[in-house]
Each structure stands twice: as C-alpha cells, then as structure tokens.
C-alpha cells in the first residue's frame, strides 16, 4: 500500500483542503459585497485592497489543493508546504485582530456578520464567529499535520 493513501494522511488532506476552500472561497460571498469591497463609505484604495486580497487567497487556495492532491515525487514535502500555506492566512488573521486597537480595527462591519452574544449569569459575552472560525481552523490544521 502507498505510504500516502492510508487514512491517517487522507484525513488529514482532506482536513486542509476543507480549511484551504473556506479561506478560499467563503471571502469571495462575504468580502466582495456591500460591506466591504463596495461600501460606499470605504475610500477607493481600502476596496481595492480588500479585493486583491481576497482574489489573491482565492488563487493560493488552488495552489494549495493542488499541493495537496497532484500526484507525483515530493508528496510529503508537499503536503507540509500546503500546511505552511494554509498556516499563513489565519496567522495573518490572528495577527490583525491582536494589533487591532493600534490601527483601529474591527472584527466586523456594523452591516455584516453579527456576532454571538451568550448569557452567562449576569453577563453577556460576545463572540465573534470570524474568530471562532479561525481559531477553530488553526486547531484543525495543527490536527491534522500531527496526525500526517
């Protein structure tokens, strides 16, 4: 039996794969729209930026699966440079959401994604699901390269 083809390593090729299309494709529905890339109130250069990132991931998404999947030499190698990759955007994430408060950042746009409020006891936290998504991504893609 090739040694890439037991279920640990398809498990976890097909976890990155699912994480590499979610930060591929869901920013395509969610970025290129009213509350970002077309906001009235955003200036000219923060759309354009906001769409070259998000066409930018979409394609490195497809660099990513194909790292993954492309059979041929360097499978393992491969394997570990798409984990890199798909590393790479929630580091970013994290990243802007520690520094937020320096540049004046938000995890949301007033019009988007409402957040998840919870009652615990008296106190109502707020949860943001970009966060949750990412960091739940994040423990997904450690998983998986330790199961690999």
Known sequence: MDANSTLPVTLARTAITAIVLGLGITPLFIDLNRTHATHPLWPGHARFHVVWQTVTTALECVVEVALLWWPGPYAV?????AAVLAALPLLGFLA???TRR???????????VKPVRIRRGGRVITVDMNAVLVVTAAVILLAAVLVY
Not at 77 to 81: H, K
């Open 102 to 112: 320096w540049y004046g950042g938000t995890l949301r746009d007033p019009e988007g």
């Open 77 to 81: 190698q491969r394997f570990y440079l």
């Open 96 to 98: 802007a959401m520690a």
